[in-house]
């Protein structure tokens, strides 16, 4: 008896010793497991932080910053796909000669001056999508217009020289046969308000969402003439009046393609939200200093702010810039840009 027990407590012990031996070697694997799925997360998380890139943005202050609002808000929190850094400028000038340098990958324009760019750098630049239909309005602080042909003899304060604004309108003046109608151009479209409102200028050409802005502050001003209409009947409706789009370097477009791409897809997105909430985003325009919230709401559903690319819009910008260079070659740089313009994915 005394040998069975002390041959039962000896299987005892050893089982108990496997048992603590096979718990140990399943708690270090347990520890390995842990500790290699939080290096693993860690890693993952590392890499995507490192596969992050800055792309320096531009736009204008008017419909094309509009259509970024959400997408400067997403960057401002930290949830975008890559770092953007946005510059809001008063005037195209500001914006070429920045993205000729190379200090900017990407901006918002006038679709003309993207056409320009393009032949001016031999080809530097592509268009990348539009962002913007017709915008323009023939203003007038009392009520004598009410056809291209009232406009006769008279002075109109505008913005836009050298793009598109300048070229659509002296089109659809010559079409109608107007030659004594003089046009007084400023820098910056937030000149062109005051003048209206204190009685300097009578009539002006303004885009939106400085056309809801006057109109919000006199009575007396009045909406005579939608330069999109005139532009349509101009053209017999044969090409579609393009404002704004967004141009991006070749160099750009070649080495960061990833990054171009997952950009576009986050601008439509904003784009979407801000037409689908205007009242959303008239706050992020008041944020982010562009125009203040209460004009923003009413005017953002009259901007025509769109997302178009691809053969779409190959379609619609080449339509236009036809019309403009047949109607006058320096508003396209001289000649019409080809096919290698178009940037497609």
Known sequence: MA?????????????????????????KQQETAVAESTAAEENKAEAELAEKITIQIAALKGPTALGMLNLMENDANGISVNDYEFT????????????????????????NVGATLYNKTEGGVQLAALNTLGVLYILENGDSIHSVEDLAGKTIVATGQGSTPEYALNMILEKNGLTDVTV??????????PMLLNGEASVAMLPQPFVTSVLSQNE?????????????????????????????????????????????????????????????AAALSEKYDIIKAAVAEKAIPECNIVFIEGDEMERIA???????????????????????????R
Not at 3 to 22: G, R
Not at 184 to 193: A, C, G, Q, T
Not at 231 to 247: D, Q, R
Not at 318 to 344: H, I, M, R, T, W
């Open 88 to 111: 809001l400028a008063g005037a195209a000038d500001e914006i070429v000669g920045k993205i000729s340098s190379g200090e900017l990958d990407i901006a918002a324009m006038p679709t």
């Open 220 to 280: 007396n001003i009045r909406v005579a003439l939608d330069v999109t209409e005139e532009w349509n009947k101009a053209v017999n409706g044969e090409s579609e009046l393009t404002m704004g789009c967004v141009i991006v370097r070749k160099d750009f477009a070649e080495e960061q393609k990833e990054a171009l791409d997952a950009f576009l897809d986050e601008y439509k997105a904003s784009v979407d939200a801000v037409v689908a909430d205007p009242a959303a």
């Open 318 to 344: 080449g339509g236009c810039l036809q019309v403009l260079f047949d109607a006058n070659p320096k508003s396209v740089g001289g000649s019409l840009p080809d096919e290698a313009f178009y940037y497609k």
């Open 3 to 27: 040998l069975l027990m002390a041959a039962v407590m000896t299987l005892s012990f050893a089982a108990c010793s496997s048992n603590e031996s096979k718990n140990e070697t399943n708690n």
């Open 184 to 193: 007084e151009y400023k820098s910056e479209h937030s000149e062109v308000p």
